[in-house]
């Protein structure tokens, strides 16, 4: 007897994931959300690591090792092109949109931070009567070194391969 099979039961069959139902089921969406939300995480021992402090400001902060943007544009295209191979459109977009974004970090970023921490220095030994002498300090901490945009796109890759095997 031939059975009829309805368009509910066809999308439930072709959508049937291994995660748990309150996940979304988005690959590239969910491996960028964690690989971003682990890479801030573990800026918190690495910060231990380098300088025996911990700083829980740095899970919210940028900069540092490693490099969330960095993973989590690396995740993103890593997850869109295990889902939909390499030969697509979106997997072009998402690896020409990661390879702007750590350009970015190790480029402009970086070098913006290091002006702001020579800026700081300078207003720091202003006298007390110049105005500028209490300026608030500027944020240094904007970009990566090759090493952190490297090891935040690992990181990212290994999110999302994770989380393919897992789906």
Partial sequence: MDEVITATDASSNSQSTSLPNFLPTNLPLLSAFLAFALAQFLKLFTTWFKEKRWDTRRMLGSGGMPSSH???VTALAAAI???EGAGGSAFALAVVMASVVMYDAT???????????LLNQIVCELPPEHPLSNVRPLRDSLGH????????AALGIIVSYLLRNTS
């Fill in 70 to 72: 960095s993973a989590t």
């Fill in 81 to 83: 092109g295990f889902q």
């Fill in 107 to 117: 480029g402009v970023r970086l070098h913006a931070g290091r002006q702001a921490e």
């Fill in 145 to 152: 070194t090759p090493l952190q945009v490297i090891a935040g």
